[in-house]
């Protein structure tokens, strides 16, 4: 399915059928496939907003830093590492912070993502509907004659 189509479909589940999870799943499928700027807008402000709080992106790994104590004995020690123990993690539920995060192509995705909304932003193009609604009030495309 080509990205506008996708966009449209999105949208019609946001706003009128309210099924926001399955309208977020066609928004990053058009993102994906040709960074719709519609779809840049949607994301970045419904599903990952700038203010929100980012998980971590990179797991903790846990080094050991063993005590230096001096030793009189002849043969040196070998420090051991602890190495954590990798259980596999659950993905993440569908509706969470890290689950869009992960969707979206984690941090690098997320960045492409900003910087395609705020171009949008600096561009004039994300404006408001209120905000397009007093420009045209203000300064209507044809003055009355």
Do not use: K
């Not at 840049?40 to 830093?65: G, M």
């Amino acid at each position: 399915m080509d990205p506008t189509s996708l966009v449209l479909i999105a949208l019609d589940l946001y706003d009128i059928r309210e099924s926001y999870e399955e309208a977020f799943e066609y928004f990053v499928r058009a993102w994906h496939q040709a960074r719709v700027p519609s779809a840049a807008i949607r994301l970045a402000t419904h599903y990952l907003p700038v203010q929100s709080r980012v998980p971590d992106l990179s797991p903790d790994i846990a080094t050991s830093t063993g005590s230096l104590e001096s030793s009189t004995d002849t043969e040196p020690t070998t420090p051991t590492p602890s190495i954590p123990e990798t259980s596999p993690s659950p993905p993440p539920t569908p509706g969470t912070l890290a689950y869009y995060l992960g969707r979206i192509g984690g941090a690098s995705g997320l960045a492409d993502l900003f910087l395609s909304a705020g171009i949008l932003h600096l561009e004039g193009a994300a404006a408001p509907p209120t905000v397009l609604r007093v420009r045209r009030a203000v300064f209507p495309a044809h003055p009355p004659s």
